[in-house]
């Protein structure tokens, strides 16, 4: 896009009401141009009152009729946009002129389209129309219509109707539409007319493709375009024109040579035209002719079929003409029967196989160029039968079961065996899962271990070998316990009893025969089970009471359902639930009591779970009266945790038998008394000493004491047992030794004392209400202590079966026991029982088996007790 000259536009002058044209002039340009135009340099706005226009066509501006307010400056702005580049024109001043307003005039069309139009299908179509004309009121566009404009509705439409497919811009068949711009005032009318072509150079939908065709043939070309208007055929042969004659048929875009010859062979092209364009369409036909030849396509070398199949051997030699096929059988010649068949290819189709078949089968191929042969062999084999298919089968969770598949198959071909379940692959891994194939070539069995519930299903065993495939398909049922009950609730409780309902589990393939309740409370350890109305609750059923619960205990129950296959695991629990409350039905227990001090009756007994306490403010109640009395006394205690009640009253006798039976209560009322216990009230202390009392040392750290028996009754007290008290100091009798005896003892060994140390002792009576008297002190003296020092220098001599001991005697200290012997002890090893020999002497012989060593040890003996030790001497064992 060049620019415009620069030189200056002339002043266009015109009268108030007169139409004008401000011409663009475009520059000299390459492409298309759109056009704009500036108004005193701001963009002319064109409105909406249809006065002004610009056309696209020449860039002209066009003024229907000059109002005041158009004075001014325009300037034409040009774009080419494929360059993307602008021009801006010099402007062009328009003035009023002087000599006052043009008055009403006919409508000039200034801007109209051609008479013909010619456009391609497809393209878009500008005509352009515009009027200058001064008329009284705003000039009116009509309602758009693709084939008129008007500037005034009252003016009546001459368009001619028009129509299209794809648009409506022209008829079918092809015919121009006609096209009318009217624009009038009452000054008069004025139209533009014009016609619109609209074309479509050929375009093909069907070519010709390339042909390689045996002599003899038939060819059949055919070739389709589309246009407007419709394309006219020809044919070409090498360039040159191709009409019908009595061996070629041509109609239109269709070319027919029934019988090819070798002089066919060529270039051809089908030719589309119409006067807007030509199409060619070209490809060619090669006519071959050959003896019979296999090198290309030979006959299949083997094929392998088995017993009662069928088999096709192709026989498809390349030869031009097409051959003659026959076929042998070894030497002999086939014919066609019911179960062998010549196919229109030339192939050999066998059908219900025998062994008989195997062999050699030789395809002949004949033209009248030459004859050509192949062979190949076919090989039989017998055909693969499941004998042995799996069966449906029930199982157990946990078992074991096998699924057989067993099969008969050509020994030739290598079988393979799958299973599947449910339609998805069994990965056979030993140890892996729970499926696993056992058996040799010729069984595929399939073993599942500790078969699951999730095991239920369709099992195929898939038999495959290169020839052929079995399938054989088995259920399984797995059957299993019940799953847990559902939705336990109580729906009712009383103070002993408990409404139940609950919805069936899953019944894993075996019907619920019975269902069970449990129960748990905070008093009992882990879950039990509870009776029941119905005693025996059929899988029916899905409701019953619990009964014999115990009142104003918190419970929880749960359900478990059993078939014929086991007992399923429990429902959930349902939600806490207290029983209401009751009078209290079960007795304390272990009734007893008795001691105390005068004048005392006590009490004891068991105190009730709280389980079976059965509501709030629970105590006891103690009645009791003496042996032999009408009135019974009646106490009650409150606390829960009691397990003791003392009666006191000056004027109970001593150790006399009472009547006594305890009960219990609640905020509910009285409950159950226990049966009747005889209880003794609290006694006296024993009121005598024991006699005769005496102490007698028997070693340096023991002595005994010995006394006589108290004869007892209800006024001396009675005696349970005797208390030893001994101590070192007459005067500090406070921290004294005490040792008890019960029953009709008379004597008893004080053990750990000192040696050689004077002690006090004296003895007393015991029983509940506490001690007696005691008795006058005895004192008595410990022995002094044993000797301090071993046997020492000991020597021994073996003699056949006979040692013989020697040592020297032991000297005691002063404050020691004299000795008074010796005891040998001997023994095999540590852990065996030692023997015992006893002397006065200080030499001794031991007569003993000597098969195996002996351990030997000497200590002192005294009055005062065993002194020590010598150390351990090891005598070996006699050698033989």
């Given amino acids: 896009l060049e620019n415009f000259e620069s030189r200056t536009r002339s002043t266009v002058s015109v009268r108030e009401g007169q139409g004008v044209v401000l011409l663009c002039g475009p520059p000299p340009h390459h492409g298309g141009l759109s056009y704009t135009w500036l108004f005193n340099n701001d963009t002319l706005d064109l409105g909406e009152d249809g006065r002004r226009f610009v056309s696209q066509e020449t860039g002209n501006l066009y003024l229907a009729k000059v109002e005041p307010w158009d004075v001014g400056n325009y300037t034409c702005v040009v774009t080419n946009r494929e360059a993307q580049q602008s021009a ?39 005509l352009e129309c515009f ?51 009217v624009a009038g005032n009452s000054r008069g009318i004025n139209i533009a007319r014009g016609q619109l072509f609209v074309y479509a150079p050929p375009e093909w939908d069907k070519k010709i493709q390339n042909a390689f065709l045996s002599l003899y043939d038939s060819l059949y070309w055919e070739c389709k375009a589309k246009g407007k208007p419709n394309p006219s055929y020809s044919w070409l042969k090498n360039g040159q024109p191709l009409v019908s004659e009595e061996r070629i048929q041509i109609e239109n875009g269709t070319l027919i040579i029934p019988v090819l010859n070798m002089s066919d062979s060529g270039l051809y092209q089908c030719v589309a035209e119409n006067q807007h364009d030509t199409i060619y369409a070209s490809a060619e036909l090669r006519v071959m002719a050959a003896a019979p030849d ?70 002949v191929a004949t033209n009248q160029f030459g004859a050509a042969r192949n062979s190949g062999n076919l090989v039989v084999k017998e055909r693969t039968v499941i004998t042995i298919p799996p069966s449906d089968t029930d199982a157990t969770v946990g078992e074991s079961i096998v699924l057989p598949c067993q099969v008969s198959h050509d020994p030739s071909l290598a079988v393979v065996f799958t299973w599947s379940f449910n339609g998805q692959r069994i990965e056979l891994s030993r140890g892996i899962n729970h499926f696993e194939r056992i058996g040799r070539e010729s069984a595929g069995d399939l073993m599942i271990r500790n078969i699951q519930l999730h095991h239920s299903g369709k099992y195929v065993c898939m038999v495959q070998t290169t020839l052929d495939s079995q399938s054989a398909t088995a259920d399984i049922i797995v059957r299993g316990p019940p799953g ?55 899988g029916r059923t899905h409701k019953a009471t619990v009964v014999d619960l115990s009142p104003w205990v918190e419970y929880e129950f749960r359900v478990v359902a059993s078939n014929s296959v086991g007992i399923g695991e429990p429902s959930r629990p349902s939600a806490l639930l207290k029983t209401k409350a009751a009078v209290p039905v079960v007795a304390p227990t272990n009734i007893s009591g008795g001691g105390g001090s005068r004048s005392e009756l006590v009490i004891t007994w068991e105190p009730v779970s709280e389980e079976l306490q059965n509501g709030e403010g629970f105590g006891y109640i103690v009645m009791f009266r003496p042996l032999g009395s009408a009135t019974w006394t009646k106490a ?85 047992g005797y208390e030893v008290l001994y101590w070192t100091d007459d005067l500090k009798e406070s921290t004294a030794g005490k040792v008890r005896v019960s029953g009709n003892v008379t004597a008893k ?82 852990h065996s029982k030692a ?23 000497i200590r002192t003996v005294s009055d005062g007790g065993d002194g020590s030790s010598s150390e351990e001497i090891r005598i070996p064992k006699i050698s033989s």
């Fill in 88 to 126: 801006r024109g010099p402007p062009t001043p328009l003035t009023l002129r002087s000599d006052g307003v043009m008055g009403e005039y006919e409508p000039k069309i200034e801007v109209r389209f051609p008479e013909t139009t010619y456009a391609a299908k497809g393209s878009s179509v500008r």
């Fill in 749 to 830: 060994n004080i053990t750990g004392l000192r040696a050689n140390t004077l002690y006090f002792t004296t003895v007393r009576a015991y029983n509940t209400a506490g001690t007696g008297p005691s008795s006058p002190p005895v004192n008595v003296t410990t022995k002094k202590s044993p000797p301090s020092q071993p046997p020492a220098n000991i020597a021994w001599k073996l003699t056949n079966s006979k040692i013989c001991l020697n040592w020297e005697h032991v000297k005691t200290m002063e404050n020691e026991s004299e000795v008074l012997g010796y005891k040998i002890l001997y023994r095999q090893n540590r």
């Fill in 636 to 720: 009650a205690v409150a606390s829960v945790e009691s397990s003791k009640y003392v009666y006191r009253n000056e004027s109970i006798t001593p150790l006399f038998p009472f009547e006594v039976k305890v009960g219990v209560y609640n905020d509910e009322g009285e409950g159950t008394l226990s049966s009747v216990s005889i209880i003794y009230s609290g006694e006296d202390e024993p009121q005598i000493a024991p006699v005769a009392v005496s102490a007698l040392s028997v070693s340096a750290a023991e002595v005994e004491v010995s006394w006589q028996p108290l004869a007892w009754n209800r006024h001396t007290g009675r005696v349970l």
């Fill in 484 to 538: 847990p009950p559902e939705d336990v609730k109580v729906e009712h409780v009383s103070s002993t009893t408990a409404v139940l309902s609950w919805k069936p589990g899953i019944e894993n393939n075996s019907p619920v025969q019975i269902y069970s309740v449990q129960t748990r409370t905070p008093f009992s350890v882990g879950w039990q089970a509870v009776s029941t109305a119905p005693e025996v609750i059929n």
């Fill in 131 to 181: 009027a200058l004309g001064n008329f009284s009121g705003q000039p009116v566009p009509g309602p758009p219509h693709p084939h008129r404009a008007e500037f005034l509705p009252n003016i009546p439409s001459k368009l001619t109707p028009c129509q299209s497919e794809a648009i409506p811009l022209c008829p079918v068949p092809p015919g121009p539409c006609s096209y009318e711009c």
């Fill in 294 to 363: 296999f090198s290309k396509n030979p006959v299949k070398k083997m094929s392998v079929v088995q017993v009662g199949g069928e088999v096709t051997i192709g026989c498809k030699p390349s030869a031009s003409p097409r051959a003659v096929i026959t076929w042998r059988k070894g030497s002999e010649v086939l014919h066609q029967n019911k179960r062998v068949v010549f196919l229109e290819d030339g192939s050999l189709r066998l059908s219900n196989i025998t062994r008989a078949d195997a062999g050699v089968f030789t395809c």
């Fill in 835 to 857: 023997h015992i020999l006893e002397t006065n002497n200080t030499s001794a012989e031991l007569l003993v088996p000597f098969e195996e060593d002996y351990l030997i040890e």
